[in-house]
C-alpha cells in the first residue's frame, strides 16, 4: 500500500472526525460510542457496495433515466437507506444519546466510517496519477458531502427521539431517512450531468447544503449550550 494514496484517503476523514468531535463542546460523547458507530459505518460499506454493485446489474437503462436510476437508486437510496435502517435503532437505544447535537455527532461518525472504506476503494482501484486526482476530488467534494447527509439524518433523528407528538415523530422519521436520500441522489446527478455548466451548478448546490446543515448544526450546538448551562445553574441553586 502506497502511503501517500492511504494519507489522502484517511486524512480528510481525520479532519471531519475532529471538526464534527469540536462541534460537541458541553456534553461530550464517549471517544469510544463515536468509534463504535465509525466501525459500524465501514461494515456497512462493505454491504453497501455489493449491493450497489448487485442493482448495476439491473441497469437497463439510458441516458437520463440511467443517471436517474444510479443516482437515486443505486447511490441515494442504497447508501442513505442503508445507513438510516442501522443508524436509526442503534442510535436511539444508544445510552449517551441525551441530547440534540448527539444525533448529529453519531450520525457524521458513522458516515465518516463508510467514506473511509469507500474512499479506498476509489482510489485504490485508479492508476496511480488517476488516484491522486479521485482523492482530492473527493476530499474536497464527496466528503463533505457526506458529512452535509449525515447531519440532515441526524438532525431529524434527534427531532425524532426529542418530540412528544407521535404525528410528528412519525414525520420526522420519514424525513430522516428520505431526505438525505434525496439530498445524495441529487448531487451525484449533477456529478454525472456532462456538461460544462454542471460545475456552477454543483458549486451552488454544495454552498447551499453547507448553509442549511451548518444552521441545523449551530441550531443544535446553542441548545446543548443552553441546556448545560441551565442545568449549572440548577445545581448551584441547589
Known amino acids: 500500500m502506497k502511503l501517500d494514496l492511504f494519507l489522502l484517503a484517511i486524512v480528510?476523514?481525520?479532519?471531519?472526525?475532529?471538526?464534527?468531535?469540536?462541534?460537541?463542546?458541553?456534553?461530550r460523547e464517549p471517544l469510544i460510542h463515536l468509534i463504535k458507530f465509525f466501525l459500524i459505518g465501514a461494515f456497512l460499506s462493505?454491504?453497501?457496495?455489493?449491493?450497489?454493485?448487485?442493482?448495476?446489474?439491473?441497469?437497463?437503462?439510458e441516458g437520463y433515466s440511467e443517471l436517474i436510476y444510479v443516482s437515486f437508486v443505486v447511490a441515494g437510496l442504497v447508501e442513505e437507506g442503508v445507513k438510516a435502517l442501522i443508524l436509526i435503532p442503534a442510535l436511539i437505544k444508544e445510552k449517551h444519546f441525551t441530547e440534540k447535537l448527539d444525533g448529529i455527532i453519531y450520525s457524521?461518525?458513522?458516515?465518516?466510517?463508510?467514506?473511509?472504506?469507500?474512499?479506498?476503494?476509489y482510489?485504490?482501484?485508479?492508476?496511480?496519477?488517476?488516484?491522486?486526482?479521485?482523492?482530492?476530488?473527493?476530499?474536497?467534494?464527496?466528503i463533505?458531502?457526506?458529512?452535509?447527509?449525515?447531519?440532515?439524518?441526524?438532525?431529524?433523528?434527534?427531532?425524532?427521539?426529542?418530540?412528544?407528538?407521535?404525528?410528528?415523530?412519525?414525520?420526522?422519521l420519514f424525513m430522516a431517512v428520505l431526505i438525505p436520500i434525496l439530498l445524495h441522489g441529487?448531487?451525484?446527478?449533477?456529478?454525472?450531468?456532462?456538461?460544462?455548466?454542471?460545475?456552477?451548478?454543483?458549486?451552488?448546490?454544495?454552498?447551499?447544503?453547507?448553509k442549511i446543515n451548518l444552521d441545523k448544526l449551530e441550531k443544535y450546538m446553542n441548545h446543548s449550550k443552553k441546556v448545560f448551562f441551565g442545568n449549572l445553574r440548577k445545581k448551584k441553586k441547589k
Open 12 to 27: 480528510p476523514i481525520l479532519i471531519g472526525m475532529f471538526w464534527i468531535r469540536s462541534k460537541d463542546r458541553y456534553c
Open 46 to 61: 462493505v454491504i453497501i457496495i455489493l449491493l450497489e454493485n448487485l442493482l448495476m446489474k439491473f441497469n437497463v437503462f
Open 108 to 121: 457524521v461518525f458513522l458516515a465518516l466510517g463508510f467514506a473511509t472504506i469507500e474512499n479506498m476503494v
Open 123 to 142: 482510489i485504490f482501484s485508479e492508476s496511480r496519477n488517476l488516484a491522486l486526482q479521485v482523492g482530492i476530488n473527493r476530499a474536497v467534494i464527496s
Open 144 to 172: 463533505p458531502a457526506h458529512v452535509m447527509f449525515a447531519i440532515t439524518m441526524g438532525y431529524y433523528i434527534s427531532k425524532y427521539k426529542f418530540e412528544g407528538n407521535k404525528n410528528k415523530r412519525r414525520e420526522y
Open 186 to 210: 441529487v448531487f451525484d446527478f449533477i456529478l454525472m450531468i456532462e456538461y460544462r455548466w454542471a460545475i456552477i451548478l454543483l458549486i451552488v448546490y454544495v454552498i447551499i447544503l453547507w
